[in-house]
């Protein structure tokens, strides 16, 4: 493979339940320091609850219903 690519990506975190308390989608707390862009979150227009990785890999809030890939956890 020659290309491999950083794209924006879903992580399973929202604050949907509650402004400003991001949890992991299967319930579980935010038990890390995140590594939110500049300024973020900021839940810009009021309807930003779903968190994705930028292509540096910073975390961003946004609105849930963007088309991104996602990230799944190796169990
Ligand atoms: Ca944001």
């Known amino acids: 493979m020659d290309d491999c690519k950083v794209f924006d990506a879903w992580i399973g975190l929202t604050d949907v339940e509650y402004e400003g308390v991001f949890k992991w989608t299967n319930g579980s707390e935010l038990s890390v320091l995140p590594p939110w862009a500049g300024g973020m979150p ?5 309807n930003e609850h779903c968190v994705h990785t930028a292509a540096t890999l910073v975390w961003n809030d946004i609105d849930c219903n963007e088309l991104f890939g996602y990230t799944c956890e190796y169990l």
């Open 42 to 46: 900021s839940n810009s227009g009021g």
